[in-house]
């Protein structure tokens, strides 16, 4: 993503100079002297972002309720990380504590933070205010939500990649990701133990729109046979990118880096990993990770000494979803080709121990249609 021009980054307008927030001193928020005669002296003590960590004080005094949930919520956290990475980590706590240090240093970065979203892009993507330091009540989908999510869910939605269409919501509707993720979302739930994105109660689900196709309710006679049994993107869904080996250090100057293989597209079902009251799919969309064994071995070797706790392929809800795909064009098309499910073939053979609630097997595959 392009950055912002550096006088844009930082040039305030007349709009927010007049508006609410506007009309409270810089410094009440930012920090700073504002008696100071210089630049320099003027800055010291300046905190860019005054919503990060903590936006109770910055927001709390107006949006005490919000505030009170963001600094909690999955964007501020992270938290899924910390709980995915603790599962496969050594339970050696002297080698347990370098591998939390390198997660810091590499997998808290991407935070987000109501600075983040409604005044400026993410300090990710190097910053810059979004109207001239005017708040804005909803995000930008294209200068903060795909500014993080943008190599797979952005790319996706949009039909960037390649010989790919984009999602029917982007193309036909021009929805964006606000439509379906809501403000509730956004700010969390206010709950702490998440095991995941799609663990929190407020969460999309394409049954708030599509109330033709309810279990029980529909007409669509496939809606009907595989209501309950396969999720929506098994047969809505296209191809996606999976990527692979993730690996993180420090470069000669002190910076960290991460290098990942090139990624894939592909698409695969396998069994759903973890079926729950929300997700109680037999068969679901899955996506490989970029997670590995020595993702960390920069920093100390064997800290995810149990790797094969979690999954390599995981659960996955593509945004490129379309009425006919290839594999729903006809019933044949998915029952009876074994090409479309993840297969023991289909993992490497390092990881078919982290996968096996994933992998279909042979007796599990749908058999062709008997005519």
């Known amino acids: 993503m392009a950055p912002v021009e550096s006088h844009l980054k930082v040039l305030v ?47 709390g005094e107006c949006h005490e309720a919000t505030a009170k949930t963001s600094k909690i919520s999955l964007h501020y956290t992270l938290a899924p990380y910390q709980t995915i990475v603790g599962k496969r980590a050594t339970k050696d706590k002297t080698v347990f504590d370098k591998l939390a240090q390198a997660q810091k240093k590499h997998c808290t970065y991407c935070h987000s933070s109501c600075g983040q979203c409604h005044v400026s ?50 193309a036909s509707e021009a929805m964006t990701c606000t439509h379906c993720h809501k403000a509730d979302e956004m700010h969390g739930d206010g709950k702490t133990d998440h095991a995941d994105r799609y663990d929190q109660s407020n969460g999309p689900q394409c049954l708030n729109c599509h109330k033709d196709v309810v279990p029980g309710k529909s007409k669509n006679e496939f809606h009907k046979l595989h209501a309950g049994k396969l999720s929506c993107q098994v047969c809505h869904s296209v191809q996606y990118k999976n990527c692979y080996r993730c690996h993180v250090g420090i470069d000669k100057e002190g910076l960290p880096y991460y290098k990942n293989e090139p990624s894939r597209m592909g698409f695969k079902i396998g069994l759903n990993p973890n079926p729950t009251a929300k997700k109680p799919y037999r068969f679901v969309t899955v996506r490989h990770i970029p997670i590995d064994l020595d993702l960390f071995k920069y920093y100390v070797a064997e800290g995810l000494k149990d790797f094969n706790n979690l999954p390599t392929w995981k659960y996955t809800t593509p945004h490129n979803i379309q009425l006919v795909t290839p594999q729903s064009e006809k019933c044949e098309n998915c029952h009876g080709n074994p090409k479309l499910f993840l297969t023991i073939e289909d993992v490497d053979s390092k990881e078919r121990e982290a996968n096996k609630g994933v992998i279909v097997p042979a007796n599990r595959l749908p058999g062709p249609i008997k005519k």
Do not use: W
């Open 121 to 170: 892009r993410p300090i990710s993507v190097e910053g810059g205010l979004l109207a001239k330091h005017r708040f804005v009540k909803t995000p930008s989908m294209e200068n903060n939500c795909t500014a993080c999510h943008g190599s797979r869910v952005g790319m996706e939605f949009q039909g960037k990649n390649s010989g790919i269409p984009a999602d029917v919501h982007f």
């Open 13 to 59: 307008g007349k709009e927010f100079l007049n508006s609410e927030h506007g009309k409270i001193e810089c410094v009440n928020c930012h920090g700073g002297n504002s008696k100071a005669q210089g630049m320099k002296e003027a800055h010291q003590g300046i905190i860019r972002d005054p919503t990060y960590p903590d936006p109770s004080e910055a927001c």
